[in-house]
């Protein structure tokens, strides 16, 4: 909940989650935002989130099997993005789909392997970088996992 609080969700607002998990986070943001898109790259958790976003009758959210890599094509802007796997560097593709005063929160691997959740905030062309706190190294992997 603290990074839902550093996200500032507002009613209106388009939000992407790269990380679907249980679709705790994602429900909690439908309840406020606007539209919430959604992916994970495994099927059994894409199922799950999806029996439970239907059991909560939230219409405004949209559950995908996607790896989130490289970003999401054909899918526009977004006011937030949320993501919960560590980059190694920041991921230009998902900032360039901020709309201006967008913000992105993400962790990012450090030099000394460490991991920092980091905000960035696009102004214009400019991207805006604030570290708010350590947290534990979980890496985005490539590749759907359709197996699991």
Known sequence: MRLLHRLQVKP????LEIGTGSGFTAAVMARIAERVLTVERYRTLVAGAQERIDSLNLRNVI???????????????????????????LPRFYAEQLTHGGSMIAPLMQE???????RLTKTGSRFEREDL???????????IAAAL
């Open 12 to 15: 209106g607002h388009r939000v």
């Open 63 to 89: 559950i995908r099997q996607f790896d989130g890599m490289n970003g999401i094509s054909g899918e526009g802007t977004f006011d937030r993005i949320f993501v919960t796997g560590a980059f190694t560097t």
């Open 112 to 118: 000394d392997d460490t991991c920092m959740m980091t």
């Open 133 to 143: 706190f350590k947290v534990p190294y979980l890496p985005l992997v490539p590749h």
